[in-house]
């Protein structure tokens, strides 16, 4: 064989498993002793954790545990906080292999009731929502160029983002939280929230270096009676390893929570002022790497019978890169206007999607905003209500055919009084997205040459009337001819035949 190929291995993403179904989540449980009567549940929220993900084979396994807290009222107007964690396991089926693919899950709880069935009882109806996605990176082979005379070649560029995979990493947290000297001792907690994302992403010597931050809030009954709300930034970093990284590739990591407890803790001189914090976060790094790589649309052999495989690749090229925050502010209206005293306002974020118009976008999404006030009768009472928020993006250009996924987290959550007395909700939220544009090219992954078949070449030149517009590449390789002495014999110095004219076609 007188021709050496150069070959290239284009890496794309293939979803290999992607499945919906719903788990039933259904407690009934009992309140402790130290916790007071039930008149009237308040809030119910359910916040389901993945700890653990394991594939085998073609199985992907998945289990984790709902975390259901319930705030209420007792006859007395208190208010109590009570916990409880329900297990969960699901095994997704597939007929392909996962072992080499990652994971992405997502869980969304949907509440059907939660009531008091006593008032030491408390029974939930639940169920969640369960997404997965598994994503294997596949190896695409394709011909970026022959070295050798008698192959005449249709050559190009596709400036495309290559994938090197995801890494996902378990990190604990274990710290002891002091509350501050401004506020006040506790007496009991009431709420607990957290919300874990990155600060920086960075490579260094082939390793990525992630900083973020988990963010803790504590909102309390102090031994007055009243009611305080601590935060606090717990900071993290984590090396994670990633095979084949280098200084010349983009990395993005994301972090989620997969456990949390928060629980309060006596100190020796029995001031109640510190909490015991145990987090687990699953950091998931994903590595990128954007190359010009060479291509051949279309090549034929002037000597001998040649056969080539052409395929549609799918490339992918990262259009944008969006890490950062922005205000959202609403004006809450509570239900007729009846609240002498709010307590306490968070919020939770809901769906989330992209709108593509043109050379531009806009990620928009839903905000549930949960509020426990005093009514006009001075008992406490609960409001949740729905606001939406729009975050617009421009591109540098149309974009062809755009994907992606946004994540928006809420990192501050905070409200004021208006002249009017409703509360104005200040959310800093914060989106995450990397927005990819894709286009597929028909490009060589393949080639055969039979060199005991030579072509027939006896007339050295052939007379061929074209018409305007014909395609000279074309003409070339129908006839098996030099396409540089095409040009040169007939005086072309375009792609296409400008007029009809009689065309000398080389055969030598």
């Known amino acids: 064989m007188d021709f050496k190929t150069t070959n290239f291995d284009v890496s794309t993403e293939q979803i290999y498993l992607e499945q919906t179904t719903e788990i039933p989540i259904d407690v009934d449980f009992t309140l402790s002793d130290y916790e007071g009567d039930i008149k009237k ?217 997969c456990g949390l407890n928060i629980s309060a803790r006596s100190s020796d001189d029995e001031e109640n002022r510190k909490f015991i914090l145990v987090g687990k976060l699953e950091i998931s790094v994903f590595a990128r790497c954007s190359n010009q790589i060479p291509i051949i649309y279309d090549l034929y052999s002037t000597k001998y019978t040649a056969i080539s495989k052409c395929d549609e690749v799918k ?84 974009l062809k055919a755009p994907y992606c996924v946004p994540e928006i987290k809420i990192s501050d959550c905070d409200f004021s009084l208006n002249p009017s007395n409703e509360p104005e909700i200040k959310l800093e939220l914060l989106l995450h997205a990397a927005i990819y544009d894709t286009y597929t090219y028909s490009v060589i992954t393949d080639l055969t040459v039979d060199q005991s078949a030579p072509l027939n070449n006896s007339a050295s030149l052939i007379a061929y009337y074209a018409d305007k517009g014909e395609n000279v590449w074309d003409i070339a390789k129908s006839f098996s001819a030099k396409l540089n002495e095409l040009l040169k014999i007939n005086h072309l110095t375009e792609d296409t035949v400008p007029t009809p004219k009689m065309l000398l076609i080389p055969r030598i």
Do not use: M
């Open 41 to 257: 549940v308040l809030n119910c929220e359910i916040t389901p954790y993945i700890t653990s993900k394991q594939i085998t084979g073609s199985t992907l396994i998945v289990e984790g545990e709902a975390s259901i807290k319930v705030i209420y009222s007792t006859p007395d107007g208190e208010l109590f906080y009570t916990e409880k964690s329900q297990p969960f396991k699901k095994n997704f089926e597939s007929n392909k292999n996962l072992d080499d693919g990652y994971c992405d899950i997502s869980t969304t709880p949907i509440l059907h009731s939660c009531r008091a069935v006593t008032e030491r009882k408390i029974s939930i109806r639940s169920s969640l929502k369960v997404d997965i996605k598994v994503t294997v990176i596949e190896k695409n082979e394709i011909i970026s160029d022959i070295d050798c005379g008698y192959f005449e070649q249709l050559k190009g560029e596709a400036f495309a983002t290559i994938p090197l995979g995801k890494t996902q990493k378990i990190i604990i947290i274990d710290e002891e939280i002091d509350l501050p000297q401004n506020l006040p001792d506790y007496q009991r907690i009431i709420r607990t929230n957290a919300v874990s994302y990155i600060t920086d992403c960075k490579i260094v010597a082939d390793k990525t270096i992630i900083k973020g931050n988990l963010k803790v809030t504590i909102f309390y009954c102090t031994e007055d009676n009243e009611f305080a709300k601590h935060c606090v930034n717990i900071p993290f970093n984590q090396i994670v390893d990633i095979p084949g990284i280098s200084d010349f590739c983009e990395c993005d990591a994301t972090s989620e929570i």
């Open 315 to 398: 490339f992918s090229k990262l259009a944008k890169h969006i890490n950062e925050a922005f205000l959202c502010k609403k004006v809450l209206s509570l239900p007729n206007g009846e609240a002498t005293k709010i307590f306490d306002i968070w919020c939770k974020c809901g769906n989330s999607n992209i709108k593509y118009q043109n050379n531009s976008a806009i990620i928009s999404g839903t905000v549930t905003v949960y509020t426990i006030y005093e009514n006009s009768d001075g008992i406490p009472d609960y409001y949740e209500k729905i606001i939406d928020f729009e975050y617009p993006i421009n591109f540098d250009e149309e």
